[in-house]
């Protein structure tokens, strides 16, 4: 088989540019038979991962790696010449050209030093299924600041982005170095096993701003908008004092509660109970209704977790991911790590459905789902 250049490999950075010769393309002799075409369409790549590895001093491992269905032996040893002339370096040659052009266009247009390096390819054939996988190293990929890493302009070309756009089929994976958090992530995208994903369609393109995503490590423990033991402080962060004067005025309330002979704190969706027993009435009996009253309940004194199986109690033990968001008006990152951990610790179950994830309590009967 005549080495070619994956078309799905290219689709992403022909795209990104388009000014692009249709010359570097590589194409077959007058003479070559019809069927090695037919081959080399069958063997088209079914999908393609854009996976991105982040370190900490901002460089970033970049992998490559399309897959290809193998129905019969025939298809296996296709597949094996074009890994060898893969691995040679005559099939790619020119999507590695591209990235090296976007490295040059993003070292212009952010002012850092931006090189490709320990380029290196494979190929794999396991189990029905045959990958070419491109790996190298892009220095500076993203802007380090104090304790955040920021990938914003990492796509950045002076006049655009050199990303436009996913095709079907295509996928960008973002992992974080080993203790970073994400704080701000695109609207396109979705945390998966830790990773911030971002599938390809029709409608997944993207302009300057777009892929505004950043990491923080957390940095000082005593400054201001760093990270805590639970997390990132969204939307900025307060000073330590802050803190314990809210502990201290928790302390206050429950200090009066208990003088006051006061039983405990009523269940969420349940009604409080006099403790005087005569002049002030009891607050009315709770109800099966799904929009009962729960104006007893301060939010506020609530913890992120109590506000997650509060809003579960309410919609029948389970609901979606989205609509958590939609309800707490918290970021996607936040309620992604918030139902990492609480999945963790058997608070919730978590069940990927597609590309969205249903949060129950445990054990909930999940084989009705509602929207």
Known sequence: ???????????????????ASAATLPVAAPSEPAAQSTTAQELAAENTT????????GDARWRVVERFNLTDENDTRAFERLGETFVA????????????????????????DMELRDVNREYVVDDGQGRLVLSFNWTNFAAVSGSKLRLEDAFYTPSGTWLTNLAAGQSLVISPPQGYVLTNSPQNSYIDDGDLRIDGGPAT????GDLNIVYDSGGSPNSTGTATDEGPIQGGGF??????????VLGVVAALLYLNESNEFPAVGGSATDS?????????????????????????LLSDEERVERLLTQNGGRMKQARIVKET???????????????????????????????????????????
């Open 276 to 300: 005087d027993g005569g002049d002030t009435p009891s607050a009315p009996a709770p109800t099966t209704d799904d929009d009962e009253s729960t104006d007893e309940v301060d939010v506020e």
């Open 329 to 371: 008006g918290w970021s996607n990152a936040k309620v992604s790590q918030l139902l990492s951990s609480m999945d963790e610790d058997d608070r919730i179950d978590k069940l990927r459905i597609g590309r969205e994830n249903l949060i129950s309590f445990p054990d909930e009967d999940v084989t009705e789902i509602e929207d």
């Open 50 to 57: 854009f996976q991105v590895q982040l370190y900490p001093d």
């Open 89 to 112: 370096g005559n099939t790619e040659e020119n999507a590695l050209a591209e990235f090296r052009t976007a490295s040059d266009a993003a070292a212009s247009a952010t002012g850092r």
């Open 239 to 248: 000073p330590l004092w802050g803190g314990l004067g809210i502990l201290l």
């Open 205 to 208: 393109t993207f302009e300057r």
């Open 1 to 19: 088989m005549a080495p070619r250049v994956s078309a799905v490999l290219l689709v992403l950075l022909f795209v990104a540019f388009p000014a």
